[in-house]
């Protein structure tokens, strides 16, 4: 084993015939071991070590699935995706994964294990964005976004009322607590962020699922988190609705960026595959255009909500029948 070395895995999701995981590995990676603390000086050095990292570019990666290997090699970032159809018929719930980072002669430099999830074909799936549509994150005002990120940690982030929720409703529905509705939770913070999400989420009770975040940054990115990659978010949407063709799917966003016009894009292709959107209404100065983007969606046959608070789409999610009575 490398002791510089580290591999993480992220959440991966999929069917027998299409696994997908993905992850990165780093030559250094800053320890980042959470203390979950008030002081302002505590949680920013917490956040600068989350972008102190060192990809390592085109390492060998190797994936143990049930006996199954498959080879890949890193980006250029360090980001390593799998993509694979298993031997045999996979049941649904969660499937343990190992990888490995290989160095010359394929000794192995680091491990880590991970897990991948197959829903059932007759569940309805859900993929949310994350900020200003489950956390308060003002991501329109990078100054007031930075100040949560700064000043709050995982665990004194402020999530919407009722989310939890809503969103726990959603996940039993029509199903058990064996088997859960799978959620995607896609944003366009970046990877580094990955632990301080999951542990928000965790602590605030939603329900888990796969994280598709946005490209690895290094520190001196950090004041432009969550700035870019709208375009990448599509691209993230898209690859997941790919992936399951034949699921039902209702997606969550927020009118603060650019969520209606991304349903709205993926709505003209997948018509079929999506069963509702559901809109915070964060701008009320977009009301009027997000309502125009939202009858062009209900034009294609999927229902459409517009929101203030969590219990207007609660209501909505009973009345069309995602969650029972």
């Given amino acids: 084993m490398n002791n510089s070395t580290s591999v993480k895995v992220y959440h991966g999701y999929g069917h027998t015939h299409n696994l997908v995981l993905y992850g990165h590995v780093f030559d250094f990676k800053a320890k980042t071991t959470q203390v979950y603390s008030d002081n302002l000086f505590v949680n920013i050095v917490h956040l600068l070590k989350l ?12 994936l143990n699935f049930k006996g199954q290997v498959v080879h890949q ?37 680091a491990v880590a294990e991970g897990k991948v999830y197959v829903p059932h074909i007759t569940q309805y799936a859900f993929i949310s964005d994350i900020d200003d549509t489950v956390m308060i994150s003002y991501s329109a005002k990078i100054g007031r976004r930075l100040r949560e990120l700064f000043i709050k940690n995982p665990r004194t982030r402020k999530t919407f009322i009722d989310t939890r929720k809503h969103y726990g409703l959603l996940a039993l529905s029509h199903t058990d607590a064996e088997q859960p509705n799978p959620f995607f939770y896609v944003s366009s913070s970046e990877w580094n962020l990955y632990d301080y999400l999951v542990e928000t989420f965790r602590f605030n009770g939603l329900p888990e699922g796969a994280f598709l975040l946005n490209q690895i940054k290094s520190w001196t990115g950090l004041l432009k988190t969550g700035k870019t990659g709208h375009e990448g978010k599509l691209l993230r949407v898209r690859r997941i609705l790919d992936v399951f063709p034949n699921q039902k799917f209702v997606f969550f966003g927020d009118n603060s ?21 559901y809109i915070r209404n964060i701008r009320k100065s977009r009301t009027a255009s997000t309502l125009e983007i939202l009858a062009k969606i209900e034009a294609k046959g999927i229902k459409t909500c517009l929101f203030s608070h ?3 789409a609660i209501a909505h999610s009973k009345k069309i029948g995602l969650i029972g009575f």
């Fill in 51 to 62: 972008f102190r990292v060192r990809p390592a570019a085109h390492v060998k990666v190797r």
């Fill in 73 to 109: 090699k890193t980006a250029y970032d360090g980001f390593f995706k799998f993509e694979w159809k298993a031997l045999e018929n996979v049941a649904a719930g969660w499937h343990g994964v190992r990888v490995e980072a290989l160095g010359e002669d394929d000794a192995v430099l």
């Fill in 257 to 277: 960026q650019k969520d209606p016009g991304i349903y709205a894009t993926i709505a003209e292709k997948y018509p079929q595959n999506i069963e509702a959107v």
């Fill in 310 to 312: 969590s219990k207007e």
